[in-house]
């Protein structure tokens, strides 16, 4: 498992890292490279999860655990209706996927942080968590860098979602942020190339009309 773990770490890094590619990417091509990193990962964001919830004792690891509607202060949730979503604007689409991840890339060195305090001698998790933090900061980078390419200005620096004095919490809050946090991952990479989808359509129409098709949201 680590072995295939490392592949995909490095699969990642030699075709997704910044500065990889010589000239400046299309739009086609930033969301084109979104969507395969999205879809390169969520594979290994379900491993990810189960292998976290194997390591933290009853009740996570009991078969069919899952607490749907357990959510943490900061981290953002991928939930949301079907029409909101579908009618989000390309701007709020990038934005909202931006602040995800750069939440998850934090979020997940404090799952580290954790974890080697709470199992220490997990290997295996501990790795899976390394490239789930990297595969974040590679979806963050790329992300940014959508929202210049595709002409919408980022908004200003973020307040950081995480504090100091979130991180002194007793051994089951720790867990249970570490699954709201693995859990939230697997879903925003099954909902990110959805939303790539959705956004390739909405230049594509713009572009043949020379204005944004608002055919269900906002008046």
């Known amino acids: 498992m680590l072995a295939a773990t ?11 890292y910044p500065g990889c590619v010589a000239a400046p990417l299309s739009s086609e091509e930033i969301i084109t490279q979104i969507q395969s990193l999205a879809l390169l990962h969520r ?12 390591y933290q004792g009853p009740p996570f690891s009991m078969s069919g655990f899952s607490f749907p509607y357990w959510l943490e202060k900061g981290l953002p949730t991928a939930a949301l209706g ?4 579908r ?6 689409r990038l934005l909202q996927a931006r602040d995800a991840f750069s939440a998850i890339s934090e979020f997940f060195q404090l799952a580290l942080d954790d974890q080697n305090s709470l199992n220490p001698a997990a290997a ?5 968590l390394e490239v789930a933090r990297r595969a974040s900061e ?6 940014k ?10 908004s200003s620096a973020q307040q950081e979602p995480l504090s100091w004095a979130q991180t002194d919490d007793h051994a089951f809050n720790k867990k249970v942020r570490g699954y709201v946090l693995c859990r939230e991952f697997r879903d925003w990479l099954t909902r ?17 009309s020379g204005q944004e098709k608002k055919d269900c949201c906002r008046s």
């Not at 490392?6 to 997704?16: D, E, P």
């Not at 295996?124 to 899976?128: A, I, K, P, Q």
């Not at 190339?193 to 043949?208: F, N, Q």
Request: proline share 4%; with cysteine.
């Open 6 to 16: 490392a592949a995909v770490l490095a699969l990642s890094v030699s075709f997704w």
């Open 43 to 54: 594979e290994n964001s379900t491993l990810t999860l189960n292998t976290y919830l194997q």
């Open 82 to 85: 079907y029409r909101t979503w």
């Open 87 to 92: 009618c989000l604007c390309p701007g709020e």
């Open 124 to 128: 295996d998790l501990l790795r899976l």
């Open 138 to 143: 590679a979806l963050l980078r790329n992300l």
């Open 145 to 154: 860098d959508a929202l210049i390419i595709l002409g919408y200005q980022p």
């Open 192 to 208: 990110l190339p959805e939303d790539m989808k959705i956004l390739r359509v909405t230049l594509r129409l713009k572009d043949s």
